[in-house]
């Protein structure tokens, strides 16, 4: 079974701190997603990466970057942590693309509180 | 207007009931189609591809037009542990997917 783990299942943080959110994948898999969940409004894509050390922005970058060192670990900083980025934060893995399957195996996600 | 939208529910029905959920996207040239589950403080999971033919996983039957831009998901005979949001996705193409906001289903005895 494919295996995603976030080092948090719930985070509380300060108005401006820096936040770091890992996510590990055990499953070789070369794309991974940050995604960030809110109601009503669904999972949006903040960053993902297809390979070591490459990163693209997704729907939402603002406020946040990320770091791929090695193929199986995806990070996620907050530089400066602000109360609209409360919310819950889900990383997903996913194998090479292929159109005909779109499995992103998902870690359980982080419930970040900023105050 | 929301590059996939559903209807958020939630869906309330009894046990053994057939429901139906529909989404529509806006973005015409979409490939692929698929449907994810999510229980209540759990993360998302594949439930079921769709495609152009339709196609069926025992009691969920998911449906594709692409005329109209929208693909459904229908569940016969209902289980309590079907109880959980349902997430239609839209992959554009290329490595990003499309999330809905989810329809929140109910099932009860």
């Known amino acids: 079974d494919v295996k995603v783990t976030q080092s948090s299942r719930y985070l509380v943080k300060r108005t401006g701190e820096k936040v770091f959110l890992e996510c590990v994948q055990d499953?070789?898999?070369?794309?991974m997603f940050w995604y960030r969940q809110d109601p009503g409004l669904g999972l949006r894509l903040i960053y993902f990466?297809?390979?070591?050390?490459?990163?693209e922005k997704g729907d939402i970058p603002e406020g946040y970057s990320v770091s791929r060192e090695k193929k199986e670990r995806f990070s996620l900083i907050l530089e400066s942590a602000s109360t609209n980025q409360t919310s819950m934060y889900l990383c997903?893995?996913?194998?090479?693309?292929?159109?005909?399957?779109?499995?992103?195996?998902f870690g359980p996600g982080t419930r970040l509180t900023v105050l | 207007r929301k590059e996939v939208e559903q209807d958020p529910g939630p869906f309330n029905v009894p046990e053994g009931a057939t429901v139906a959920f529909n989404c529509t996207y806006s973005?015409?040239?979409?490939?692929?189609f698929f449907w994810y589950r999510q229980d209540c403080r759990k993360e998302p999971k594949l439930l079921m591809s769709?495609?152009?033919s339709g196609n069926e996983d025992g009691r969920f039957t998911a449906q594709l037009n692409r005329a109209s831009q929208y693909i459904s998901l229908l569940i016969r005979d209902s289980k309590l542990s079907d109880s959980a949001t349902y997430l239609c996705?839209?992959?554009?193409?290329?490595?990003?997917?499309?999330f809905g906001a989810g329809t929140r289903l109910f099932v009860k005895a």
């Open positions: 997903a893995s996913r194998p090479p693309s292929d159109l005909s399957t779109d499995t992103q195996y």
């Open positions: 499953m070789d898999h070369e794309n």
């Open positions: 990466s297809y390979d070591v050390k490459m990163k």
């Open positions: 973005n015409s040239a979409s490939q692929s």
């Open positions: 769709v495609y152009s």
């Open positions: 996705v839209v992959n554009p193409g290329g490595f990003k997917t499309i």
